[in-house]
């Protein structure tokens, strides 16, 4: 039965998996759990006969536009609507973008169970919204900076020392730039987006350079070389993940990619404990 109408299965599944109180119907005299098909229509502003057709198999493919509001109207989550996306299209809906600047207590310790490995946690314009105790001693301790001052991006185009840290700082900047574009593609541009680039084609001509270029990447791993004003010249291998339930954000880790570097770390982030 799924396997023949496995869209309308799955709204018929969590319409009636739904509460009529929490929506504001009376729950009384139901013969079956959940939310009625014209209950559902009406949250959703769609005819009920053409809903009771789509759970049925029989309504042909919906908009976008119509499942939108259906998911607006049953309060299904991003993972039921990234789901019942896939069912009806074959590829996910267009991502949205929360927000938030602000990560789960739990994700936070996931950065902090990386004693050695420098991480931080960034979103889709680049800001680091979290980090880990290595991250602050080998890379910048952002608990020192602004809000507005922990964005990658403006960090790597008009911080001297974030600059003269980097050992190829002209290769690593054109890697950042192509890869925040990429970002952008992925995200859709946002008034936010825009005026970062504006901001920073402004205050960097290096930055208006490389972004007039058009190019794009992934930054998904590679290696890192930086002259650390403390323990010299270290090197480090990255892996970037997104955050399940928020690809809005990406935790990135940076792991020692030698033994002496792995030394040297070590022993700067025991001398900052003391």
Request: positive net charge; proline residues 5%; hydrophobic residues 40%.
């Amino acid at each position: 039965m799924d396997n023949q109408n496995p869209l309308g299965h799955f709204l018929k599944a969590c319409r009636t998996r739904r509460d009529p109180i929490a929506f504001g119907f009376q729950a009384q005299r139901r013969r079956t759990p959940g939310l009625r098909r014209e209950e559902v229509a009406l949250m959703a502003n769609i005819s009920p006969t053409w809903y009771t057709w789509l759970e049925q198999g029989r309504g042909g493919t919906p908009s976008r536009e119509v499942l939108n509001r259906i998911v607006a109207g049953l309060r299904l989550t991003e993972a039921e609507r990234e789901h019942l996306f896939l069912l009806a299209f074959g590829h996910p809906p267009e991502s949205r973008y929360p927000s938030s600047e602000t990560i789960t207590p739990r994700l936070q310790r996931v950065l902090d169970a990386l004693p050695t490995s420098p991480a931080i946690i960034k979103n889709v314009t680049w800001d680091v919204l979290a980090w880990n105790r290595a991250a602050a001693v080998i890379l910048t301790d952002y608990a020192r900076l602004t809000r507005e001052q922990r964005n990658i991006l403006r960090l790597l185009f008009s911080d001297s020392r974030v600059r003269h840290g980097q050992k190829e700082w002209e290769r690593v900047a054109g890697l950042v730039v192509s890869a925040f574009r990429a970002d952008i593609a992925r995200a859709g541009d946002s008034q936010a987006m825009t005026k970062l680039v504006d901001e920073l084609c402004q205050s960097s001509a290096e930055f208006a350079a490389l972004w007039r270029r058009n190019d794009v990447t992934s930054h998904g791993e590679g290696l890192k070389q930086l002259q650390h004003p403390d323990i010299g010249e270290i090197a480090l291998e990255f892996s970037t993940f997104v955050v399940e339930s928020r690809p809005d954000l990406t935790m990135m880790v940076f792991n020692p990619a030698s033994q002496e570097s792995q030394r040297r770390i070590e022993a700067l982030i025991a001398a900052a404990q003391r």
